[in-house]
Nanobody, 124 residues
Framework: VQLQASGGGLVQAGGSLRLSCAAS????????MAWFRQAPGKEREFVAL??????????YYADSVKGRFTISRDNSKNMVNLQMNSLKPEDTAVYYC????????????????WGQGTLVTVSS
């Protein structure tokens, strides 16, 4: 599966952005999807995941974004979205979407497919 992330940009603290990740293939519903991010000078970290499902899927979030970010999937469009509200300067990072047909988790090595990343910059 090929992934393409979009929606990044520059936003002021307290603002919102919506990231999207478009996936190729006919079996998108069978992939668990996740968002990771990498801030300058830091390691890539888990942000949110949504389980594979013919429906909405179950979600899980990093503590740092819980209550502010919402991950969702639209299987009819082969799309996963990340709605980011109440953004903080520390949310500044390149955001990557990832996919895995197997088990789901918060570790990078569990994901077989990655998008190219989209930059989110939050100004104070």
């Amino acid at each position: 599966v090929q992934l393409q992330a979009s929606g990044g940009g520059l936003v002021q603290a307290g603002g919102s952005l919506r990231l999207s990740c478009a996936a190729s293939g006919r079996t998108f519903f069978s992939y668990s999807m996740a968002w990771f991010r990498q801030a300058p000078g830091k390691e890539r970290e888990f942000v949110a995941l949504i389980t594979r499902s013919a429906g909405a899927g179950n979600t899980y979030y990093a503590d740092s974004v819980k209550g502010r970010f919402t991950i969702s999937r639209d299987n009819s469009k082969n799309m996963v979205n990340l709605q980011m509200n109440s953004l903080k300067p520390e949310d500044t990072a390149v955001y990557y979407c990832a996919a895995n047909p197997g088990s789901v988790g918060t570790r990078e090595r569990m994901y077989d497919y990655w998008g190219q990343g989209t930059l989110v910059t939050v100004s104070s």
